[in-house]
C-alpha cells in the first residue's frame, strides 16, 4: 500500500483545514488508517485512526470535538477534516494504515506509512 497526504498549509488560528490520504492498492478498504503528528523536536504522536469500515473512530484528546476522521473507500481516501485549530497544532501530518487491533494510537503498530504534509496554524 502507497500513502500519499494532501492538503496542509498555513492557516490562522480558529481556522479549518481538511487533510486527505489517498491510497494505492485494492485492498485500501480491509485496512484500518491513523493519522499521526510530529511537531519540530517532539515526538510523533497519534491524532486519530478509523476502522476499515469507517464504523469506529478514536481521537486524541487534544483533538477530540475539532478534528474528524472519515474515509471513502469507493475514492481509496481517509480525510482529517480540523476545525478550530490552535497554533499548537501546528506540525507535520501523517497517515499511516494497517494498524494491530487495541493499538490504533501506537506508531509502532502500524504497517504502512505516507509522506507528511506540513500544517502551520499562525496566531
Known amino acids: 500500500v502507497q500513502l500519499q497526504a494532501s492538503g496542509g498549509g498555513l492557516v490562522q488560528a480558529g481556522g479549518s483545514l481538511r487533510l486527505s490520504c489517498a491510497a494505492s492498492g485494492r485492498t485500501f478498504s480491509s485496512y484500518p488508517m491513523g493519522w499521526f503528528r510530529q511537531a519540530p523536536g517532539k515526538e510523533r504522536e497519534f491524532v486519530a485512526a478509523?476502522?476499515?469500515?469507517?464504523?469506529?473512530?478514536y481521537y486524541a484528546d487534544s483533538v477530540k470535538g475539532r478534528f474528524t476522521i472519515s474515509r471513502e473507500n469507493a475514492k481509496n481516501t481517509v480525510y482529517l477534516q480540523m476545525n478550530s485549530l490552535k497554533p499548537e497544532d501546528t506540525a507535520v501530518y501523517y497517515c499511516a494504515a494497517d494498524f494491530k487491533p487495541s493499538s490504533y494510537d501506537s506508531s509502532s503498530s502500524y504497517a504502512y506509512w505516507g509522506q507528511g504534509t506540513q500544517v502551520t496554524v499562525s496566531s
Open positions: 478509523i476502522s476499515w469500515g469507517g464504523g469506529s473512530t
